[in-house]
Nanobody
């Protein structure tokens, strides 16, 4: 399975962006998908995930109510803030509930796409 993330760009605070994650490979549909991000000088952090078996989505507190992950692996980001500025990565794996926020739970990663939010 290979992943490719795209859709990043420059947006003003309060604006929206939609990130997409194209997955290829015969077993792509059997993986759960997640989004992580890494801001300047920061560690990579969990943003959102959707479990493939039940389509349940989970979010970081910092994006809850503003971001939505969908079944087609996209991440809709609304009401963006300058602190959302990061390189965003999509990932795939078979996490369990207790590990879903850990990057180590995902074995397949796409290249990042940069999101810049201006104030």
């Amino acid at each position: 399975v290979q992943l490719q993330a795209y859709g990043g760009g420059l947006v003003q605070a309060g604006g929206s962006l939609r990130l997409s994650c194209a997955a290829s490979g015969r077993t792509a549909s059997s993986y759960s998908t997640a989004w992580f991000r890494q801001g300047p000088g920061k560690e990579r952090e969990f943003v959102a995930t959707m479990f493939r078996n039940n389509r349940r989505a989970y979010y970081a507190d910092s994006v809850k109510g503003r971001f939505t992950i969908s079944g087609d692996n996209a991440l809709q980001m609304n009401n963006l803030r300058p602190e959302d500025t990061s390189v965003y990565y999509c990932a795939a794996g078979r996490p369990i509930l207790s590990s879903m926020r850990e990057s180590s739970a995902y074995t397949i990663w796409g290249q990042g796409t940069l999101v810049t939010v201006s104030s």
